[in-house]
Nanobody, 117 residues
């Protein structure tokens, strides 16, 4: 059974920092690209950051220079360090695992991040 469990969300003032974690089980972690999405209002989820199985990273323009994605394959965990947070970063943040070899894609349950002005 595949499980992605996010943690680290919460309430923070603008300019503050949070670190999200996503612990994975039931997948070959090292063979998955890991991604963080967020969803505020509406049905669309925005891709915030991604890291390939080889460690290459990519970021949405809105978070470049403020957010850092990283992974620890030994701990089967992906992180999202969020600095200089803005009220517009308020959203539910979701972890996603995309297999390198199959079409399987898995989601966590989400963690709420609220940034007050």
């Amino acid at each position: 059974q595949v499980k992605l469990v996010e943690s680290g969300g919460g309430l923070v003032q603008a300019g503050g920092s949070l670190r999200l974690s996503c612990a994975a089980s039931g997948i070959i972690f090292g063979a998955n690209a890991m991604k963080w999405y967020r969803q505020s209002s509406g049905p669309q989820r925005e891709l915030v950051a991604s890291i390939t199985s080889g460690g290459s990273t990519n970021y949405a323009d809105s978070v470049k220079g403020r957010f850092t994605i990283s992974r620890d394959n030994a701990k089967r965990t992906v992180y999202l360090q969020m600095d200089s947070l803005k009220p517009e970063d308020t959203a539910v943040y979701y972890c996603n695992a995309d297999s390198d070899y199959t079409e399987h894609s898995y989601w966590g349950q989400g963690t709420q991040v609220t940034v007050s002005s």
